[in-house]
């Protein structure tokens, strides 16, 4: 892991926790249980992490 990545706090690219996040309300069925409310906000972390990491690279 490099350490731009490690201070972005993503190793993966918004995309591919964007999927993720897809994925996870396909499966609720719109409805989140608490257990996917906390994985969802996790997520939600993790992509905002990996929109700023990729902002500043494009800079």
Partial sequence: ?????EARGSVRSAAEVNEQIRALWLRAGGSLSP?????????????????????????
């Fill in 35 to 59: 257990e996917e409310r906390a994985e969802y906000e996790l997520l939600v972390v993790e992509w905002a992490a990996a929109v700023r990491g990729e902002v500043v690279e494009a800079a």
């Fill in 1 to 5: 892991m490099s350490p731009e990545s």
